[in-house]
C-alpha cells in the first residue's frame, strides 16, 4: 500500500494522475472532490512563496488553494520527473523552491483542507517537468500516429484507422494487446493526462485515436505501445463576442450556422496561424530528417526519403510558399504544422476572427470546452478548399464540413 501510495503521489507530482484509477485509501467526500488533497499531503504547482512567514502558496490540479508552512525542521528534497524512489532525491534548501515548480507538501492537512505544516518538501523543479515533457513530445511526434477510427473489432482486439494526410488516406490496422496501456478522453477532459483507463469496446467508429509505438515496414499496421482514444468534435467558427473575465467566448458555426459557446480552461491551447502572406517554411528539416520514422505517406514520414524532390502534385504548399506537405522531404502534414504553431492567449482572440475549435463531446451540444484552438483558420480553410478543387479532389462549398476527419487535433501531446 504504500509503494502504490508513492507511485500515485509522483504521478500527482507529475502532473499525471490519469494514469491511475484508484485512491490509496478511502478519503471524505470532500477530499476525494481534489485528488491532490490527502489527509497527510497536498500536491500541486506553487503559485507564491513567501520567506518571511515561512510560507508558499499551492494551487491544486483541481483548483485547491493550500498555504504550506514550513519551519527549521522542515526537509526539503529535489526529484526528477519520472522518477520512482525518493532515494534518488536530492537534497535542496528552501531558498531553491520557485514559482512553477510542483510540490509534494507532507504534513497533516486542516480540517478545511486549506494548510499544512510541511514536515517534508519535496520538489519538480518547473524546468525539469518541461524537459522531460518534451522529451515526451519529440517521442511521440517521432514514434506516433493519429488518425480516426474506422473500424473495430472486439473479437480481435484490432482497431483500424484512417490516417489523413494532404497527399491521401491510408488505413492502418492496430492490435491492441494485453500489454497496452490504453486510454480514453472523458467527456469534457482537455489534458492528455487526464485520459483514463479504456478498453477496445468503448471505441467507436469516427474517434479520434493517437498511439504510441512502431509501424511495420509497410505501414499497413501499427505495434502499439499506448493507445489514447476519444470521441471529439471539430467545428470551425467566426467569433462573435469575446468574455475574458469568465474564459468563454461564442461563435457561429460556419457548417450550421448555429450559435455556439467555447469555455476556454487553463489548459487549453490556443494557437495563431500566420496570415496568407506571412506563412513561414514549416517544412524546413535537416538532412537526416526521417531516419528511424515512419513510413512514406504516414504523418511526419518523408515523402520520398530525406532530400529527394518533390513530385509536382504530391504536396499543397501555402500561401507565400511555406511548405505544408502529408510527409517530409520538403514538407510536414499539417497535423504536425497545427502543433507547432506559436501559442496565444485569450486576450489575443478578436470578434470577426475565425477559429478552428477541438473539444470532446460533451452533454450540451451548444457548449464547447476546448482542448485545442486556432484562430486565423481562414487561411487554413482557404488551403483546404483549394485542395479539395484540385485535380482528384471533392469539391465542396463548405470547406468546413468534414473537419473532423481532415484536421485531427483533439489528442494533444503530453
Known amino acids: 500500500m504504500k509503494a502504490h501510495f508513492l507511485a500515485i503521489a509522483l504521478a500527482l507530482l507529475t502532473g499525471t494522475a490519469g494514469a491511475y484509477a484508484q485512491t490509496p485509501q478511502a478519503a471524505p467526500a470532500s477530499q476525494q472532490a481534489d485528488k491532490g488533497i490527502?489527509?497527510?499531503?497536498?500536491?500541486?504547482?506553487?503559485?507564491?512563496?513567501?520567506?518571511?512567514?515561512?510560507?508558499?502558496?499551492?494551487?491544486?490540479?483541481?483548483?485547491?488553494?493550500?498555504?504550506v508552512t514550513v519551519s527549521d525542521k522542515t526537509v526539503y528534497m529535489r526529484l526528477a520527473p519520472g522518477e520512482t524512489k525518493l532515494a534518488n532525491a536530492t537534497k535542496i534548501a528552501f531558498a531553491d523552491v520557485a514559482e512553477g515548480d510542483r510540490v509534494w507538501a507532507r504534513g497533516k492537512v486542516s480540517q478545511d483542507l486549506k494548510s499544512v505544516p510541511a514536515a517534508a518538501l519535496i520538489v519538480m523543479t518547473k524546468a525539469d517537468i518541461a524537459k522531460k515533457q518534451e522529451a515526451e513530445r519529440a517521442e511521440w511526434r517521432r514514434r506516433g500516429i493519429l488518425g480516426v477510427v474506422s473500424a473495430v473489432s472486439p473479437e480481435t482486439k484490432e482497431i483500424t484507422i484512417s490516417s489523413r494526410s494532404m497527399a491521401g488516406t491510408q488505413s492502418v490496422i492496430i492490435p491492441v494487446a494485453e500489454k497496452v496501456d490504453m486510454r480514453r478522453y472523458a467527456p469534457d477532459s482537455i489534458k492528455f493526462s487526464d485520459a483514463k483507463p479504456g478498453t477496445v469496446g468503448e471505441v467507436k467508429v469516427g474517434d479520434q485515436l493517437r498511439a504510441l509505438g512502431e509501424r511495420s515496414p509497410d505501414g499497413s499496421r501499427f505495434t502499439a505501445e499506448k493507445v489514447v482514444?476519444?470521441?471529439?468534435?471539430?467545428?470551425?467558427?467566426?467569433?462573435?463576442?469575446?468574455?475574458?473575465?469568465?474564459?468563454?467566448?461564442?461563435?457561429?458555426?460556419?457548417?450550421?450556422?448555429?450559435?455556439?459557446?467555447?469555455?476556454?480552461?487553463?489548459?487549453?491551447?490556443l494557437r495563431k496561424f500566420p496570415a496568407a502572406g506571412e506563412m513561414p517554411m514549416f517544412g524546413a528539416r535537416g538532412s537526416g530528417a526521417g531516419q528511424g520514422g515512419p513510413p512514406t505517406g504516414q504523418p511526419g514520414a518523408p515523402a520520398q526519403g530525406p532530400g529527394r524532390p518533390q513530385p509536382a502534385g504530391g504536396g499543397a504548399p501555402g500561401p507565400g510558399g511555406g511548405g505544408v506537405r502529408a510527409g517530409g522531404g520538403g514538407g510536414m502534414n499539417i497535423q504536425e504544422m497545427l502543433e507547432r504553431l506559436p501559442t496565444i492567449a485569450l486576450a489575443d482572440l478578436k470578434v470577426g476572427d475565425t477559429i478552428i475549435v477541438s473539444s470532446t463531446k460533451g452533454a450540451d451540444p451548444a457548449r464547447l470546452t476546448a482542448i485545442s484552438l486556432v484562430t486565423g483558420a481562414d487561411t487554413l480553410l482557404n488551403m483546404m478548399a483549394a485542395r479539395q478543387q484540385q485535380p482528384g479532389g471533392q469539391s465542396t462549398p463548405n470547406p468546413a464540413a468534414g473537419l473532423g476527419s481532415g484536421i485531427q487535433f483533439g489528442i494533444g501531446l503530453p
Not at 489527509?39 to 483548483?63: M, Y
Not at 463576442?241 to 487549453?268: H, M
Open 229 to 269: 482514444t476519444g470521441s471529439f468534435r471539430t467545428v470551425a467558427g467566426t467569433v462573435s463576442a469575446v468574455d475574458a473575465a469568465t474564459g468563454e467566448i461564442k461563435v457561429s458555426d460556419l457548417q450550421t450556422k448555429q450559435p455556439l459557446t467555447v469555455v476556454i480552461k487553463q489548459d487549453a491551447v
Open 38 to 67: 490527502t489527509p497527510n499531503s497536498a500536491i500541486g504547482e506553487v503559485k507564491a512563496i513567501d520567506p518571511a512567514s515561512n510560507q508558499l502558496i499551492l494551487k491544486t490540479d483541481a483548483g485547491s488553494v493550500v498555504t
